[in-house]
């Protein structure tokens, strides 16, 4: 069973790009989350995907933007990049949706991303 | 909404000595509860859960974690820390409600065990 694998491990851009980071889900996962984690600080939820379309967003604004593949890979794609989405972006992915314990999420270990 | 506070920023502590760290949650519905361990570079790793039932959980690593409702608690023990614990440790929360898991952390308790 293949875990949550995500890339590019590490990524540095300017002020005013655009970036894209991808997740592939755990085997028979078809829910992905998606979370930045600032530098000393926990994750933040930012938006859900479930069988390709949006379930759920937080406090993030429009220009943090999403999609989920027919395979359940998602990416997360940032426009006009600022200095403070310099973070750890992790992926989470379950099965389903609700809070049973079959929808337990599994976390990759993150993409770095250094805004200068 | 739902936030959650994790007291100590850092405990330091020694190897085999017991550790408890502590969570206090804020909710207005009702909620499940979580911790998560993070090692350097890597994602996070769930240490145990509380859904429902007894109170007392148990997770891996010989951690165990006591939900209190009357006082909004969930915090997390082990009888006797190795160094391989040391690491980064998070308390989460996530709505009851149907149709949507969210998880909101804590800002994470960093455990440093020494010899």
């Known amino acids: 069973e293949t875990g949550v694998t995500q890339s590019p491990t590490h990524l540095i851009k300017t002020r005013g790009q655009q970036v894209t980071l991808r997740c592939s889900s755990q085997?028979?996962?078809?829910?992905v989350s998606w979370y930045q984690q600032a530098l000393g600080q926990g994750p933040q939820f930012i938006f859900q995907y479930y069988r390709e379309e949006e379930n759920g967003r937080g406090n993030f604004p429009p220009r943090f933007s999403g999609l989920q593949f027919p395979n359940y890979s998602s990416e997360l794609n940032v426009n006009a990049l600022e200095l403070d989405d310099s973070a750890l972006y992790l992926c989470a992915s379950s099965w389903g949706l609700g809070g049973g314990a079959q929808n337990e999420q599994f976390f990759g270990p993150g993409t770095r991303l250094t805004v200068l | 909404a739902q936030s959650v506070t994790q007291l100590d920023s850092q405990v330091p502590v020694f190897e085999e000595a017991p550790v408890e760290l502590r969570c206090n949650y804020s909710s207005s519905v009702s909620v499940y509860l979580f911790w998560y361990v993070q090692y350097p570079n890597q994602g996070l790793q769930l240490l145990l859960k509380y859904l429902s039932g007894s109170t007392l959980v148990k997770g891996i690593n010989g951690f165990e974690a006591e939900f209190n409702k009357s006082q909004t608690s969930f915090h997390l023990r082990k009888p006797s820390v190795h160094i391989s614990d040391t690491a980064e440790y998070f308390c989460a929360v996530s709505p009851l409600r149907t149709g949507f898991q969210k998880l909101v952390f804590g800002t994470g308790t960093r455990l440093l065990v020494s010899p």
């Open positions: 085997s028979g996962h078809n829910t």
